[in-house]
């Protein structure tokens, strides 16, 4: 197959991609950046598990990808896609998501940022839902990660308006743990 690409005065060069896969290396950090890559987690696919029942992962599996993104330079952002919050993990399945690759980030001294949302409410009082948050945070600095506040249906549903206020009591380092 021969694909035909603009090349830098804006001809059209031939390019014949490869047959066989480029092989990676694992690398060092990144320096002039922090890149950080949304991993999903590895299903397991002999659970016997209903549509409405948590997700069942393959923590093996999931583990191993993470440390293979670590090994080239990036670090994890979890915790924080759809797939893993609210469209297949609940709160608890998230929570231990966390604890366990924070656990591995430490131990092969990966980089890890995660989210922090409300997603265990569907909907609730301001006071509720900043206990939601604070519940997440407290997680997320417990198992040493970077956290990252998300946006919440659940503060969304809460507002009485454009105008509604709110400031969070909680305190938070807000700066990555040391590495």
């Known amino acids: 197959m021969t694909l035909h690409l603009p090349g830098p005065g804006g001809e059209l060069r031939a390019y014949e991609p490869r047959t066989d896969p480029l092989a990676l290396t ?6 002039s950046r922090t890149v950080f890559s949304a991993a999903h987690v590895v299903a397991d696919p002999y659970a016997d598990v209903s549509p409405d029942s948590p997700a069942a992962v393959d923590w093996d599996a999931t583990l191993a990808f993470r440390r293979h993104l670590w090994a080239h330079g ?17 709160w608890a399945g998230a929570a231990e998501l966390i604890r366990r690759s ?11 940022a995660c989210g922090v949302g409300t997603d265990q409410l569907a909907s609730g009082t301001l006071a509720e839902v900043r206990a939601a948050y604070e519940e997440q945070l407290a997680v997320v600095e417990e198992a040493g990660a ?21 400031r969070p009591t909680a305190t938070c380092s807000a ?5």
């Open 26 to 31: 694992p690398g060092s950090a990144f320096t």
């Open 74 to 90: 990036l670090g994890v952002a979890e915790a924080m896609d759809t797939a893993q919050r609210g469209m297949g993990l609940d």
């Open 102 to 112: 924070a656990a591995e980030a430490k131990a092969v001294g990966g980089r890890i």
């Open 175 to 179: 700066r990555p743990p040391n590495r």
């Open 146 to 166: 970077q956290a990252i506040l998300m946006a919440s249906r659940a503060l969304a549903k809460a507002a009485s308006g454009p105008r509604t206020t709110w």
